[in-house]
């Protein structure tokens, strides 16, 4: 079942691994098929040196397994939220990545400081509420993504393809997994960034100067809007 979208969630989920992004077990990646409305995600505790495609659980969006030995992430509550809630991702990511992990755990959001950001990320990429008590105490995971959804009240999820879970670490996704983790790689590069602008700028409790709206607008749209023209024309 799915085996081709297995193939691909396994190979993002080694990209983790080539970039950088994880130690341990720590972080996983899924991929949906919309048409079936089941996706496939890392088995929870499982080293990458010793995953198979095969191992891969499949699961539908109410967070059921539907083939596989193995018991799904134990983030899986959260992918089926963001599933369920934003229907045009096609890919989710999750790591503890050293910098944007910073970040959030210092429950301050990443401004956009310059062109790198505005490649890939419309505006300032969020940091949700802290979680209450109850919502800790009681489906963590599934409350984890819905406090993600609710800091999107406002924001596009098809234009910003990041947030920080405060106290905790990113979560990223894409058009399938693989951009998921694309997006995970730039984010931790964004922050990196962000972190060392802010202390150059020797202004961090103001938390700096974001860049001009009009070029962060340009970077962006030129990529990603109605008339982008970065790229090869395909015919």
């Known amino acids: 079942m799915l085996e081709k979208l297995k193939e ?13 992004l994880i130690i341990f077990t720590w972080g996983n990646v899924s991929g949906i098929d919309r048409e079936s409305g089941l996706f496939v995600i890392k088995p929870s505790g499982v080293e990458y040196s010793d995953l198979k495609p095969s191992d891969l659980p499949v699961v539908d969006l109410n967070g059921n397994v539907v083939e596989g030995s193995l018991k799904p992430s134990s983030d899986t509550p959260t992918h089926a939220e963001l599933y369920r809630r934003f229907p045009n991702i096609g890919g989710i990511t999750h790591t503890h990545s050293k910098w944007a992990t ?27 509420r802290k979680m209450t008590p109850e919502e800790i105490a009681s489906d963590y995971e599934l409350n984890t993504g819905r ?18 879970v405060h106290s905790h670490a990113p979560f990223t996704w894409g058009k399938d997994a693989v951009s998921s983790v694309e997006a995970a790689v730039v984010l931790e590069q964004v922050a990196m960034m962000a972190l060392h602008t802010e202390l150059l700028q020797l202004n961090l409790a103001a938390g700096g100067t974001p860049m001009q709206e009009e070029l962060l607008r340009k970077h962006f749209d030129r990529k990603h809007g109605p008339n982008a023209y970065y790229g090869q024309t395909k015919k």
Do not use: S
């Open 147 to 164: 406090v993600i959804v609710e800091t999107f009240r406002d924001i596009d999820p098809d234009r910003m393809h990041a947030v920080l």
């Open 102 to 128: 910073c970040f959030a755990q210092a429950g301050r959001p990443i401004l956009p400081y310059g062109t790198t950001h505005a490649d890939y990320f419309d505006g300032t990429i969020p940091c949700t």
């Open 8 to 20: 691909q969630v396994y190979r993002a989920n080694m990209m983790l691994v080539e970039h950088n």
